[in-house]
């Protein structure tokens, strides 16, 4: 096991009541765009990635760039749904980069923080994704991410980064 475990911050995630809203500021504000729009039926949200910061050149070299991850629920009995209810908008969780999320989940659960997903789940544009107890980390949120294999580094085959 490599240390230390995350990588990278892969993306903040931000909940919202109407995501092409929350796309149109971010649009107008920043200039951001959006890479990529899913519907995660399992997780209970549709989401937009807007890319921060490297292009697309760099972005061969370096993985993948940061990004904005907005949320949308798909009803109010989902995660996103009940935190708009109980919190309204704004921050909901952080997303990190991890090169093995198995390792890093066994790993972490030897700590004691406890983890939400016991087996990495589906994420956004196929990456390995697991949750991690805000109780556990501050108040905050906690995803690890392992990038789908085919956005690796290309010459070096390594993951995560
Ligand atoms: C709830 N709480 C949070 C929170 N959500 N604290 C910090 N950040 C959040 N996002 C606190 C809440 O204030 C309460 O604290 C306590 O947890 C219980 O709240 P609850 O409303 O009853 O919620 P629960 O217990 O039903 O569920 C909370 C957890 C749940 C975090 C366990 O939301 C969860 O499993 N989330 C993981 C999945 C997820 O969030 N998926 C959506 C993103 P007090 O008041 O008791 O102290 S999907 C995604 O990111 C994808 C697809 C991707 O990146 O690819
Ligand atoms: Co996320």
């Not at 990495?120 to 556990?136: E, K, N, T, V, Y």
């Amino acid at each position: 096991m490599v240390l230390p475990l995350l990588t990278r911050i892969d993306h903040v995630g931000i909940a919202c009541r109407d995501l092409d809203q929350a796309i149109g500021i971010y649009r107008a504000t920043f200039g951001l765009e959006v890479v990529s729009l899913e519907v995660n039926e399992e997780q209970g949200v549709r989401e937009a990635m807007l890319a921060v910061g490297p292009g697309a050149a760099a972005e061969a070299l370096a993985g993948r760039p940061g990004y904005v991850q907005l949320l949308e629920p798909l009803a109010p009995d989902t995660p996103v749904g009940k935190f708009l209810a109980r919190r309204g908008e704004g921050i909901h969780h952080v997303g990190y980069g991890v090169s093995d999320i198995g390792e890093a989940l066994a790993a972490i659960a030897g700590t004691g923080v406890r983890l939400l997903d016991q087996r990495p789940r589906h994420g956004s544009m196929g990456a390995s994704i697991a949750f991690l107890h805000p109780a556990d980390l501050g108040g905050v949120l906690t995803e690890l991410v392992q990038l789908a294999s085919s956005a690796r580094l290309p010459h070096t085959g390594v993951k995560g980064i």
